[in-house]
C-alpha cells in the first residue's frame, strides 16, 4: 500500500467518524423528556414505526397490539389488533416486527419454558400484514409458522440493511452465549426451522438482556435495546452492523445508560430528534426521549 493510498484510507475513516459523530449516534445527552401511562398493553413489548404509524405491543390476556399518533404525547387512536387465530391467542408474547414494503412481515414470539430462564421456545410467524390491519386479527392473515430453533434464548426480529438489501436479524435475551443472527427473509418465510440450510446468514456474538432491536436506515447502525442487568436499568447499544458481522462480535458505537429502574421492553426513533421507548410496568410504561 503506497502513501497516497493510506492517506485516503485514512481520510475516509475520518470523514466516517465526523459524519456518525453529527447524526443520532452522538447521543450521549439522550433524556427522558415526558413519561405517561398507555393502559391495556398488559406489559408493552416493543414498539415500531411503519410509515408514518405508530404501533405499541403488550402481552395482555392476549397478545395485541395498539395505533398511537403524537402531538404533545402519545395518544390511542382507538384502533387495537389482536394477534389471536381462531379467537385464541397465538402470539402471546410478541417480541419484535420486521416489516419492510415489498417482503414478508415477521413477529417473534418468545416463550419461556422454566422460571430459570435457561429453555425457551422461539418462534417467528409471518403474517399479511395489510390484511391484519383490516381484520384487526390473524385469522387469514398468517402466511408461515416457523420455528427459531438457531436461536440460543429468544427471537425479536427486525429488518436491517446488510450488503445491500433487505435481511431479518434477530438476538438472544439472556446472561450469556447471545448473539445477533441474519435471516434470508424469504428462505425464513418458506422454512419450517430457522436451522433449515440458507436461512441463516451470519451472526456475531452481543452482550446481554437483549429485548429487541433497532435499526437505523442511512447509518448503518443497530441499536441492541436491553436492560444493564435482568429486568432492571435502561440500556441502549449502538452497533456497527457491518463492523461486528466482520468481527464476529458486536462493534459498538454508543452506549446509552438511563436511571429508569424498570424492565425497558422496546425503542424507535421517530426522527433524529427524538424516540419513543416502552416498558414493562403497568404506570410510566412510555417515554418520550429527546436527542440533542
Known amino acids: 500500500m503506497n502513501l497516497l493510498t493510506l492517506k485516503m484510507k485514512f481520510f475516509s475513516a475520518f470523514i466516517c467518524l465526523l459524519i456518525l459523530s453529527s447524526t443520532s449516534l452522538n447521543a450521549q445527552e439522550m433524556s427522558i423528556d415526558q413519561l405517561q401511562t398507555l393502559p391495556e398493553l398488559g406489559a408493552a413489548q416493543g414498539v415500531s414505526t411503519i410509515g408514518d404509524q405508530i404501533f405499541i405491543y403488550g402481552d395482555r390476556e392476549v397478545g395485541m397490539m395498539r395505533r398511537y399518533t403524537l402531538k404533545d404525547s402519545l395518544l390511542y387512536s382507538g384502533e387495537e389488533y389482536q394477534f389471536t387465530l381462531e379467537g385464541k391467542d397465538l402470539i402471546n408474547h410478541p417480541t419484535g416486527i420486521a416489516y419492510t414494503k415489498g417482503l414478508p412481515t415477521f413477529i417473534g414470539n418468545s416463550i419461556r419454558l422454566n422460571r430459570e430462564g435457561t429453555e425457551w421456545k422461539a418462534v417467528i410467524y409471518a403474517i399479511d400484514w395489510e390484511g391484519f390491519l383490516k381484520t384487526k386479527t390473524l385469522d387469514g392473515n398468517l402466511m408461515a409458522v416457523i420455528e427459531d430453533d438457531a436461536c440460543i434464548q429468544g427471537t425479536r426480529p427486525e429488518y436491517v440493511s446488510y450488503q445491500g438489501r433487505m435481511i431479518v436479524a434477530t438476538a438472544d435475551y439472556g446472561p450469556?452465549?447471545?448473539?445477533?443472527?441474519?435471516?434470508?427473509?424469504?428462505?425464513?418465510?418458506?422454512?419450517?426451522?430457522?436451522?433449515?440450510?440458507?436461512?441463516?446468514?451470519?451472526?456475531?456474538?452481543?452482550?446481554?438482556?437483549?429485548?429487541?432491536?433497532?435499526?437505523?436506515?442511512?447509518?448503518?447502525?443497530?441499536?441492541?435495546?436491553?436492560?444493564?442487568?435482568?429486568?432492571?436499568?435502561?440500556?441502549?447499544?449502538?452497533?456497527?452492523?457491518?463492523?461486528?458481522?466482520?468481527?464476529?462480535?458486536?462493534?459498538?458505537?454508543?452506549?446509552?445508560?438511563?436511571?429508569?429502574?424498570?424492565?425497558?421492553?422496546?425503542?424507535?426513533?421517530?426522527?433524529?430528534?427524538?424516540?419513543?421507548a416502552v416498558s414493562s410496568s403497568k404506570t410510566q410504561n412510555a417515554a418520550l426521549i429527546k436527542i440533542p
Open 176 to 276: 450469556s452465549r447471545n448473539e445477533v443472527r441474519l435471516y434470508d427473509p424469504e428462505k425464513l418465510q418458506k422454512a419450517k426451522k430457522t436451522s433449515e440450510p440458507g436461512v441463516l446468514l451470519g451472526k456475531f456474538t452481543c452482550s446481554p438482556w437483549v429485548q429487541n432491536l433497532h435499526w437505523i436506515p442511512g447509518e448503518g447502525a443497530l441499536v441492541l435495546v436491553q436492560n444493564q442487568i435482568e429486568g432492571r436499568l435502561w440500556r441502549l447499544t449502538f452497533l456497527d452492523l457491518e463492523a461486528s458481522m466482520k468481527a464476529g462480535k458486536e462493534v459498538v458505537l454508543k452506549q446509552i445508560d438511563f436511571d429508569n429502574k424498570d424492565e425497558l421492553e422496546g425503542f424507535c426513533l421517530l426522527n433524529p430528534s427524538l424516540g419513543i
